[in-house]
């Protein structure tokens, strides 16, 4: 059987052509993957700017300074009471309350009108919410089954922490 060179190369171009478009159409997926994990990080940065600028502003309008901080107490259910001013001051101290963190894993919360800080230390810890992805609400209290009913973990634990050791 005598092979004729110029079909070989006719196959063997042919075979290169089918190669060459297949590499582009794998390139061109590639490229589509890549505008799409893109847009998903993008997507990402946008949801945690988002979810800080709106943490952000709820805290800010939670603030009772001057002499309208009387009224807005009163009127509004979304201000904090004089007794939550210090658990509030202690969980804003903190980077374990991770407002734009606690949005993103609880939307729900965002209806509330309440900031983030001031969900976890009114309903959050009660439905065992984590303030944040460095505490575990419920590990922490299963690991000191001392805390009453009513005490906010994050703060206990961030007041034990700051007491001095004896």
């Known amino acids: 059987m005598v092979v004729d060179p110029d079909v070989e190369v006719a196959k063997l171009r042919e075979k290169l052509r089918l190669c060459q478009l297949e590499l582009a159409k794998a390139r061109r997926q590639q490229e589509e993957l890549a505008e799409a994990s893109l847009s998903h990080d993008e997507t990402e940065q946008r949801l945690v700017d988002l979810t800080r600028r709106l943490d952000g502003r709820l805290v800010q309008g939670e603030s009772v300074t001057g002499p309208r901080g009387w009224l807005k107490r009163r009127v509004l259910s979304t201000m904090p009471s004089p007794d939550e001013d210090d658990d509030l001051a202690v ?3 903190s980077a374990l309350m991770d407002g734009p963190w606690y949005f993103q894993q609880y939307p729900e919360v965002a ?21 944040g992805p460095e505490f575990v609400t419920a590990t922490y209290r299963e690991q000191h089954p001392e805390i009453a009913d009513g005490v906010n973990p994050l703060v206990h634990f ?6 001095p050791a004896r």
């Open 91 to 93: 969980l804003r101290s």
């Open 158 to 163: 961030l007041r034990l922490a700051s007491e």
């Open 111 to 131: 209806s509330t009108g309440l900031s983030a800080s001031l969900h976890y230390l009114r309903h959050g810890a009660g439905q065992g919410k984590d303030p």
